[in-house]
């Protein structure tokens, strides 16, 4: 469902829009941080694992797993990725534009993962607001300037070891 929104929009927006080519000097540099980054904070969760302990999550090394759970993930990471830098550079700097694209993209991870219906106790509106939409708004606005800055590809690098790291590592 989602992936074939995602391609429509990516080819409505080629088509009317067309697509501009990543041309930041620093991209390098920036994959180096967002990996040195991604490294320590691996380091600090699973040292935390040893103290607290470990649970050891369902495989998805399966066939049905990686159809179901992985390759969505990468697909829509990588194209969402490609459309917010094409869309932020048809921006031009306009903050309204700028804006705009990162309330659009959080809306579109917010309602991609929304399982709470049930908004009558304060309970699950607290876990909405903290396991869904306070996360969706802060990696939009971090993708959002990461993209602006050093452009799609280090985006892509690091959504996507965040996204999958708890289906490829055997434990959490």
């Not at 501009?20 to 540099?29: M, V, W």
Request: glycine residues 4%; hydrophobic residues 55%.
């Amino acid at each position: 469902g989602i992936v074939v929104l995602m391609i429509m929009l990516v080819i409505a927006f080629k088509i009317l829009f067309g697509t501009e080519k990543d041309r930041h000097r620093f991209t390098k540099d920036v994959l180096l941080e967002i990996l040195i980054i991604l490294i320590i904070f691996f380091v600090i969760y699973y040292i935390s694992g040893i103290l607290i302990g470990f649970i050891k999550v369902e495989n998805y090394y399966t066939i049905y797993g990686i159809g179901i759970f992985i390759i969505p993930i990468i697909i829509t990471t990588i194209i969402k990725e490609y459309l917010r830098y094409n869309m932020l550079k048809k921006s031009e700097g306009s903050k309204l534009l700028i804006v705009t694209t990162i309330i659009m993209f959080t809306l579109l991870d917010v309602t991609n993962v929304t399982t709470i219906k049930n908004f009558i106790t304060a309970k699950n509106i607290f876990m909405y607001l903290a396991l869904t939409l306070l996360p969706a708004i802060s990696n939009n606005i971090a993708a959002t300037y990461i993209s602006i800055k050093a452009g799609y590809k280090p985006n892509i690098v690091w959504l996507l070891v965040m996204r999958l790291y708890n289906y490829l590592l055997p434990i959490i």
